[in-house]
């Protein structure tokens, strides 16, 4: 899905937890997410920190979407 | 460490008035083994069936299949820190009955559950049609949550194949076979010509009712570590997993785990076969670099020259078993990798979620996307209402005859990574 998208020119942002095999499949600009079953979240931290932890990751990605690359790109921070 | 692995053959299993093995048939006094499995307060209610090869029979959903044995000699007891206390197995004298199983079954605890047809086109693509099997069907306590009924079933499956293993324990069996592992450091000097062979055992481990045990030990909570091989063949690591049926690892698979039993008959003649190491398939990230990290690393401080890889499961985990097939390789040791497919109906996707050039020698147990149609059986054991929604299942897999249309994903067993089944597929 990552690869059609940008095949019509959009760049997209592959959030996932098992970034190599986002390598492998070719994208571009991957931003690293929690665990395979809660991504997006982690229920081991309570209300507030996880709202802060969702937002930091949203916040990471739009910064990713919007950064130029050369090559495949990890974004860590 | 040398275990003798005794067989007791069994040929037919019926109900008796005494749980007994006389003339290879194997007795069940049923009120006392459903009695003795109610003791778990989970269960509302226990009744066990008997299913024996060419009957039309179909079993769904399976959980677990589980071999019954019985310690005849040596330290530690059957499934140790599951049953028996956490003595170290794989030593002295064990008893097997050989030719039939528990399968456990009754309501699904989560959906990647398997089925078993004990006849038909079904009957082909798992190796439990042509056991002689006694199956638990355990129906839950209401609102008993599902980590709680995992583990019930689970036990109530080791309970089940310790109390009919017990009927050999005085026994003499048919057929011995031995299996040794000496120490390292004699093991090399013994057999200082043949290369050095160590086995990867990856054991599924992502929670979430995906879990294998290492006597008693959740596998996601521990490093790589090693393991005499016939400590595995001696029940050590049992399965707790309702990971898709065709792939997983029943408690059955690993205790005659064709990997380990083909690297002994090779040890000493083709290789020196110096032992195993397990690891896991957990779901963050930094797990799989540390474990894929310590396997390569305790690899290579056995000075091996090779390593057989298994995996355990699909998805995510293809890539721990790249990981380990990566490193290890950059170690300067070859390895093989054992594995499965999911390339879609027609085979034409890619068969793996991961990849890797240094994956250059792999062995599949074959396409689990594939699909079958299963006909209607005589008598159902379990319930088949599940099948629209266990993995391999889709909405209309039921059909109102009673047939099914399945992927091979849900037969349990089919595309097995240890290589336990016939599917396979050849480069040419």
């Known amino acids: ?77 | 460490m040398r275990l003798e692995l005794g067989y007791l053959f069994i040929e037919d299993v019926q109900f008796g008035e005494e749980t007994k093995l006389e003339n290879k048939t194997l007795y069940v006094n049923k009120d006392e083994l459903v009695n003795l499995i109610k003791e778990d307060e989970h269960f509302e209610k226990v009744d066990l069936e008997l299913a024996r090869p060419g009957e039309s029979i179909r079993i769904t959903p399976v959980k677990d299949v589980v071999e019954p044995r019985v310690k005849v000699e040596g330290p530690g007891g059957v499934f140790p820190g599951m049953i028996s206390k956490v003595d170290t197995v794989g030593s002295g004298k064990t008893n097997v009955l050989k030719g039939c199983a528990v399968v456990t079954a009754g309501k699904i605890v989560g959906f990647q559950e398997g089925i078993i047809d004990m006849t038909g086109p079904g009957a082909d693509y798992t190796p439990f049609s042509k056991l002689n099997n006694v199956v638990l069907v355990c129906e839950p306590k209401e609102g008993l949550k599902q980590h709680e009924h995992e583990r019930a079933l689970r036990m109530a499956g080791f309970k089940a194949a310790t109390y009919l293993g017990e009927v050999a324990k005085n026994l003499t069996p048919d057929e011995v076979e031995i299996f040794e592992t000496e120490p390292m450091l004699e093991s090399i000097n013994k057999y200082p010509e043949l290369p050095k062979v160590a086995y990867v055992q990856m054991l599924q481990s992502q929670g979430l009712l995906h879990d294998t045990y290492v006597y008693g030990v959740d596998a996601k909570e521990s490093l790589p570590t090693i393991i005499y091989p016939t400590e595995i063949m001696d029940g050590a690591i049992v399965s707790g997993n309702c990971v898709s049926a065709c792939d997983k690892n029943t408690t059955y698979h690993h205790l005659n785990n064709p990997v380990v039993k083909d690297l002994f008959a090779k040890h000493g003649k083709e290789l020196n076969f110096i032992g195993v190491i397990i690891t896991n398939e957990n779901v963050y990230l930094a797990d799989k670099e540390r474990s894929s990290n310590w396997t390569a690393k305790l690899a290579e401080f056995l000075g091996l020259d090779g390593v057989l890889v298994s995996q355990e499961g699909f998805g995510n985990p293809d890539t721990d078993l790249i990981m380990n097939c990566k490193k290890i390789e950059q170690k300067g040791i070859k390895t093989v990798i054992i594995t499965d497919e999911y390339a879609g109906r027609d085979g034409a996707s890619q068969s793996l979620a991961d990849a890797d050039p240094l994956a250059n020698a792999v062995v599949t147990g074959g396409n689990a996307n594939e699909v079958i149609t299963l006909p209607p059986m005589d008598k159902i054991i379990g319930d088949t209402s599940y099948v629209d929604t266990i993995a391999g299942g889709f909405d209309g897999s039921l059909k109102e005859d009673g047939s099914i249309v399945v992927e091979l994903q849900a037969i349990t067993g089919a595309t097995n990574e240890l290589g336990f089944n016939k599917l396979t597929a050849k480069g040419y």
């Open chain 1, 1 to 77: 899905m990552v690869k059609e998208i940008e095949r019509a020119g959009i760049p997209v942002v592959h959030m996932c937890t098992v970034t190599p095999i986002s390598m492998t499949v070719g994208a571009n600009r991957i931003v690293p997410t929690i665990a395979i079953p809660h991504p997006l979240g982690n229920p081991n931290l309570d209300f507030e920190e996880e709202k802060s932890l969702r937002r930091k990751l949203v916040e990471r990605a739009l910064k990713a979407l919007t950064t130029e690359v050369e090559e495949q790109t990890i974004f860590e921070e």
